[in-house]
Every structure is written in C-alpha cells, then in structure tokens.
C-alpha cells in the first residue's frame, strides 16, 4: 500500500524521500547483522550517504554525486585507519559496499523516474515488477510442480522448476504490462511502438538477475547464521528481504534505457 501511494506520487518531494528512506533502512539492516554499528563515524557516514544520494541523482545538484560519494568513502577509509587494530579488512570492505552499493542502485529508481517524462513511471514500474514476480511465480510454480533443487545448499526451496516459472511470470508481466499501457497511452493521444522482442529479453534478464541477487542475499544469512534482516516486517523479515532481488535489477534496468538505443517503449 505504501509503496502505491509513492508511486502515485512520484513527481513530487516524496518520492526521493521514500527512495532515500528505503535506502538508508537496507544499509542499516545490512550494518546490523554484521554487527559493524560499534564503528560509529563510519556507520553515521554510511547512513547519511544513503538517504542522501537519492537527492543527488537528477538535475543540477547531480553535478555534486561524485563530491558526496567521495567524502563518504574518505570518511570509512579515515574510521579504517582510525581503527586499525580493531577493524578488520572484512568489516571495513562490508561497509564500504554497503554504504556505496546499495545507495548506487536504489538511487537508479529516480534515474527511472526522470528518464523520460512521460514514460519514467512506466520504467520503475517495469523494473520493479521485473524484480518482485519473479520471485512470486517462482514460489508458486516450485511449490506446485518443483522437484529438481536449484541451489540446495542455500536456499533449499528453491526449485529449477520454480527458477523457469520465475522467468514465464516475468515475460508474462511485461507483455501484458506494455500492451495494456500501450492501449491506455494510445487512448490519451500518445501513440508509440512495443519492441516485443526486447519486451521478452529484458523481462528474462530480470528475473535472473533477481534470481541471483536472492541467493547471494541467502548466501549472506548463511554464513551469518540468521534467517531474515530484521522483523520489520513480521512474517516477511526486513527491508533487505524484500529488496535483495532489486539491487541487480534496477541498475540493469537503468543501464538498458540508458544506451540501448530503442526499448520496448520508446
């Protein structure tokens, strides 16, 4: 629900609010099972730099990015040398892609956004549903006709079968998606051609990329021995469990639009 209403309203303040938010929980989540907040100066660094970057993304202020991406990583090498007997190089390497990654990629739904003024919506949309359906077909498809183990070691219910109902639930979504937009913009005046090729591509790449960005998610709860973030979300863990899957996607899905030079909605 909440993230219908900031899409409703993505032309407005509220939007780079939301993203900055987001982001700044996935880092904090991503700084707390690793138990690296004892490392203050770099978590506060990290944290601000997240919710900020979002700001910094379009428009004239963009200019500034690589000034605030490069006091933020002078500000944890700085802790680094600080805490040399106490911060390992795996603490300090954990924030430095925790508090420069994530922000990266979540701070590319505002890039989506204000990529084409009539089609950015269009775009996030894509990207997001891209990320999201592929893990729900995933889930009812392997539960329904799963058998063969995808990776079993570390997310043992994950299915081949599941992996393939992933990518149809996916491609599904973006042809449905581009045909009933396409109709809708139509009956507005706004008249354009869907790549349906492309449509099928991007909506497979999607959802193995997504794919991918789950089971490292996993990888890392493994080894922490942990089964969700946090419990922000009672029944579905943290931000970072719902998120994991987008983090691959949404720079993908930025870089596409950015220099491929026709798209399945141009």
Request: proline share 3%; with cysteine.
């Amino acid at each position: 629900m909440i993230a219908l209403i900031v899409l409703i309203l993505h032309n407005t303040i509220l939007f780079p609010i939301a993203i900055g938010l987001v982001s700044a929980m996935l880092v904090y989540e991503f700084v707390k099972v690793n138990g690296l907040f004892k490392y203050r100066l770099s978590s506060c660094a990290a944290l601000i730099y997240s919710f900020a970057l979002p700001f910094f993304t379009v428009g004239m202020i963009a200019r500034f990015r690589m000034i605030l991406t490069v006091a933020c990583a002078f500000t944890l090498m700085l802790d680094y040398i600080r805490h040399q007997t106490k911060m390992s190089a795996r603490s300090f390497f954990s924030l430095l892609i925790a508090a420069l990654l994530i922000p990266a990629s979540m701070s590319c739904a505002i890039t989506l956004n204000n990529s084409h003024e009539y089609h950015g919506l269009a775009y996030m949309i894509l990207a997001l549903g891209g990320a999201w359906l592929a893990d729900t077909g995933a889930y009812f498809v392997g539960s329904a006709v799963g058998r063969t183990k995808l990776c079993p070691t570390i997310s043992p219910k994950k299915t081949v079968e599941g992996f393939i109902g992933g990518i149809l639930f996916d491609v599904a979504f973006f042809i449905l998606f581009n045909l009933g937009y396409s109709l809708i913009s139509s009956a507005k005046g706004v008249h354009f051609d869907v790549h349906w090729f492309s449509t099928v591509i991007l909506a497979m790449t999607c959802a193995v990329l997504g794919t991918v960005g789950d089971l490292a998610a996993s990888v890392l709860k493994r080894q922490l021995e942990i089964k969700d973030f946090s419990k922000i979300m009672p029944g579905h863990g943290g931000m970072l469990d719902r998120f994991d899957s987008v983090l691959l996607v949404l720079p993908f899905f930025t870089a596409y639009i950015q220099s491929v030079s026709f798209f399945a909605i141009k």
